[in-house]
């Protein structure tokens, strides 16, 4: 069974760079099937998707959050990761990693999550 | 743009639930979700390509639509069932985005 972890620091604070950890097991990160993506949901709101990286290393992002973030992968260590900088309050959310599938006629949606880990963003 | 209706629904268990998912432009069957949400849980993904459950999701939930114009049905209503849906399109920028969601509460 495909399991996704997130791991990284619960407090950052304003202006710093948040730094997340997605670690899989139960299956190869270097599949040509799926990309690999972060998602947030900040406290009593909707999700929103960050962005997502290709085992190749090719990536995508939220154009709101172009500018500051860089999703990476390790394909050796089964990981990827999130890197957000200059952060706000506004970023104070749970980050969710997530397994989006890619190929195929019905694509595009995620099908195995993370349990989430909740960042805040204060002093 | 995706807007959901209701926001909040509130029906008893045993009873059938039908809940509206709308695109501000048309968007592919092949690319829109659905997903439940339970308080301190990640998403679960119910539903892709408009209309195909996903693994371990049980008959009771159903998909449909096309265009601007999707539905998930409950058909009845488990306890377990009670929870915040969100639906997800794929398409335009950000390629992702999600319903603002609606929340299924106990009547």
């Known amino acids: 069974q495909l399991q996704l972890r997130e791991s990284g620091p619960g407090l950052v604070r304003p202006s710093e760079t948040l730094s997340l950890t997605c670690t899989v097991s139960g299956g190869p990160i270097s599949t040509s099937s799926y990309y690999w993506g972060w998602i947030r949901q900040p406290p009593g709101k909707g999700l929103e998707w960050i962005g997502s990286?290709?085992?190749?290393?090719?990536?995508d992002y939220n154009p709101s959050l172009n500018t500051r973030v860089t999703i990476s992968i390790d394909t050796s260590k089964n990981q990827f990761y999130l890197k957000l900088k200059s952060l706000t309050a506004a970023d104070t959310a749970a980050y969710y990693c997530v397994r989006q599938r890619w190929f195929g006629i019905l694509k595009h949606y995620f099908d195995y999550w993370g349990q989430g880990t909740q960042v805040t963003v204060s002093s | 743009v995706l807007t959901q209706s209701p926001g909040t629904l509130s029906l008893s268990p045993g009873e059938g639930a039908t809940l509206s998912c709308r695109a501000s432009q048309n968007v592919s069957s092949s690319y829109l979700a659905w997903y439940q949400q339970k308080p301190g849980q990640a998403p679960r993904l119910l539903i892709y390509?408009?209309?195909n459950r996903a693994t371990g999701i049980p008959e009771r939930f159903s998909g449909g639509g096309s265009g601007t114009d999707f539905t998930l049905t409950i058909s009845r209503l488990e306890p377990e069932d009670f929870a915040v849906y969100y639906c997800?399109?794929?398409?335009?920028?950000?390629?992702?985005?999600f319903g603002q969601g609606t929340h299924l509460e106990i009547k």
């Open positions: 390509g408009a209309s």
């Open positions: 990286v290709y085992y190749s290393g090719n990536s």
């Open positions: 997800q399109q794929f398409g335009g920028s950000p390629p992702f985005t």
